[in-house]
């Protein structure tokens, strides 16, 4: 058992040779050429497509962008002890990074869209997800980069790891003087990087793919807390900031339950609600006269129910000039949406219940009905094929089941004497043709008057006579 799972998670199977994989890895870390005129469209691709948020441009300037190459050109050569092609990826690296942001700010100056869309902001607060993304998808690509045939993952990682967008945010940044759209986005890049990297080294090392050079074992200490403190300093601020994302998604989503208990109440005067997480603050808008310390307790102590404490309840009246009237229509609006699928809900369930009963009387009034037989006649039939039958009882109905309901007979035989298997399963067959396909159960049991009939030296009788 143990060898079968090893053999199905075993990654050399269909392992490149490493020669190939490493030539590879060197050709995707060089700089010029084909790869600078690639990088350059790229940028300018993605530049365009964060400026006027379309999320397929963007997805196409991921997929051509050569950023990934001297990342995984760094994690290769650590895990082959190649300090040449660290160098190199490194420097490679870095003139990609500072070509992107040149051209991405020259873009952003140059254009007259200047409000930063959903896409760009997008790429302004990484968490921890982004770092499981990042280390996932260098695991992905530095697994396909290894393989025969690239198939599918190469392009399925350039869009996971997304390295090309929050560099072109960050241009975005210097360009408007948006320092925390600066930092935010090229802290982003710098996730993706760093675990790409990681991710990359982890999965040459588990291939174990031959050294290209000997490093000192001072060196190779050195390199590896080198790389620890990297990882560390770059993952805590992820952490951090994912811990606070979920604080507020969690404030946010007791506080609009709340608001919306008190609106749907129907002594309550609460109006409207405007929820701010960062600050942990529920804004009401209230209609008439209501007692505000009254109302401040009570939702104090229903986000306290909900795990909530120390928020701060702010109230305003409805009549007051600052009201923000379009707020208030989108929160009557959501409201009418609201009731709109509630009952379209409920006429669905309703639609669905009539369509089963009717489903059923159909069945109903389209299963075939019983015809009746003569018994009498069915019985001298039946004994023109077998004399020992003396009498006949036969009930029709239908036999209903999971699947359905379907017609059925019942038949009890008075015989002088039991039938054979044979000429008891040949009746069976012909009774289920002359009752119409009907399913026959066939009860067969001695005859009483046929046992008084026999004489003394109980001769078995070969017919059933008819009483005298």
């Known amino acids: 058992m143990r060898q079968n799972l090893l053999f199905l998670f075993d990654l050399r ?27 350059f469209f790229a940028i300018l691709i993605a530049s365009v497509g964060l400026n006027t948020n379309s999320t397929a441009v963007i997805i196409g300037a991921m997929l051509i962008s050569p950023l990934m190459g001297p990342i995984v050109g760094l994690g290769y050569g650590a895990a082959v ?10 420097k490679n690296l ?5 070509l992107s942001l040149l051209t991405s700010v020259l873009y952003f100056t140059l254009s007259p869209l200047e409000q930063p869309q ?7 607060f990484p968490t921890l997800w982004d770092v499981l993304i990042a280390a996932f998808g260098g695991a992905a690509g530095m697994v396909a980069v290894t393989r025969r045939s690239f198939s ?11 390295l090309m967008p929050p560099l072109c945010t960050a241009g975005f940044g210097i360009a408007h003087g ?43 200490k050195r390199h590896r ?4 403190l990297g990882l560390t300093a770059v993952l805590v601020p992820s952490v951090w900031m994912a811990y606070r994302l979920v604080q507020q998604e969690v404030f946010t989503s007791a506080a609009v339950r709340v608001a919306r208990e008190l609106e749907a109440e129907p002594k309550s005067h609460v109006l409207m609600h405007e929820v701010d997480a960062e600050a942990r603050t529920l804004r009401l808008t209230l209609v008439g006269s209501t007692d505000e310390d009254q109302l401040r307790e009570q939702v104090q102590r229903r986000m306290l129910s909900n795990g909530q404490a120390d928020v701060t309840v702010l109230m305003r009246d409805a009549v007051d000039d600052s009201l923000n009237v379009e707020k208030l229509r989108q929160e009557l609006q959501d409201g009418v949406n609201r009731t709109l699928v509630e009952q379209v809900k409920s006429m669905d369930a309703q639609l669905k ?19 009746p037989v003569d018994a009498r006649a069915l019985l001298e039939e039946v004994q023109a094929q077998q004399p020992l039958v003396c009498a006949l009882t036969l009930a029709q109905g239908e036999r209903s089941a999971g699947d359905g309901s379907q017609p059925a007979s019942v038949v009890v035989l008075d015989v002088a004497q039991p039938l054979s298997t044979h000429d008891k399963d040949g009746l069976s067959r012909w009774l289920g043709v002359r009752l119409e396909k009907s399913e026959v159960q066939l009860i067969e049991r001695p005859d009483l008057r046929s046992l008084n009939s026999r004489d003394k030296n109980r001769r078995k009788q070969t017919t059933c006579l008819p009483k005298s």
């Open 13 to 39: 199977q269909d392992q490149q040779e490493p020669s190939v994989i490493d030539a590879t890895v060197r050709s995707g870390a060089q700089f010029g050429g084909t790869n600078l005129w690639v990088l």
């Open 118 to 124: 959903s896409e760009l902001m997008a790429r302004t």
């Open 178 to 220: 948006r320092w925390d759209m600066f930092g935010g986005a090229f802290y982003l890049f710098v996730i993706n990087g760093m675990f790409i990297g990681a991710s990359t080294l982890g999965v040459a090392k588990l291939l174990r793919l031959p050294r290209q050079g000997e490093l000192d074992e001072a060196t190779r």
């Open 81 to 90: 002890q190649d300090l040449g092609l660290i160098r190199m990826a490194g």
């Open 94 to 98: 870095v003139i990609f990074v500072v």
């Open 225 to 228: 807390l080198i790389i620890v």
């Open 152 to 162: 599918n993952i190469v392009p399925g990682v350039a869009i996971a790891t997304a």
């Open 353 to 371: 219940s009539l369509q089963q009963d009717v489903a059923q009387a159909k069945a109903v009034a389209e299963a075939p009905a019983v015809k």
